[in-house]
Each structure stands twice: as C-alpha cells, then as structure tokens.
C-alpha cells in the first residue's frame, strides 16, 4: 500500500507562486510515474503535470511555461512550483501515484485559491 501526503497549498494573489510537495510512503517498490491533477468546483478532475521515473514530463497546455514538475527519486517526492498563477488556477490539487502493477494512488488533495 502507498500513502500520498501533499503539503503547500494556500491562498495566493494572480501572477503570485506556489509550491506543492507530494512525499509517497509505504510500499514505493516500483513507480512509473507521478503527477499532479487538479478539479475545480463543477469540473471534472484534470491533468497538470506528470513526470515518469525517467523523469519525462508533461504539462496541461494552460499551465506550460508557469508551472514546473520535479522528482526526487531517492525521497518519493514530487514537487510542483506554480508561478504566474492565475484565478482559472484555483481548484483542489491532487497528487497521483501509478505504480510498477498499475494501481495508482490518490492523495487527499490540497486546496490552492488564486483571488484576482
């Protein structure tokens, strides 16, 4: 079993930064890769930004080129600095975890607020 705990979010003013964190435990034998999604009060659940274990990314189109995904390896993290951020930013983030069998696993989320 994995557990996902995410730190960092918080309220912010637009064109202000954040920084999430997202530390796996447990049993983190093999990770293909994690990533970090976000929903938005009465959207569905999207895809920010992912990075595999050979540390390929991808991003959403809204955010590239203002948010950054990062790993470490050794620690089970993934970090994911957001700058420029933008009101259309805010929503509950979630960092996902897929492992070597394919499960994936969810964190609790944390709620980033970007006020205009």
């Known amino acids: 079993q994995v557990q996902l705990v995410e730190s960092g979010g918080g309220l912010v003013q637009a064109g202000g930064s954040l920084r999430l964190s997202c530390a796996a435990s447990g049993s983190t034998w093999r990770i293909i890769n994690m990533g970090w999604y976000r929903q938005a009060p009465g959207k569905q659940r999207e895809l920010v930004a992912r990075i595999t274990s050979g540390a390929s990314t991808n991003y959403a189109d809204s955010v590239k080129g203002r948010f950054t995904i990062s790993r470490d390896s050794a620690k089970n993290t993934v970090d994911l600095q957001m700058n420029s951020l933008k009101p259309e930013d805010t929503a509950v983030y979630y960092c996902?975890?897929?492992?070597?069998?394919?499960?994936?696993?969810w964190g609790q989320g944390t709620q980033v607020t970007v006020s205009s």
């Open positions: 996902r975890l897929l492992d070597g069998r394919y499960v994936e696993y």
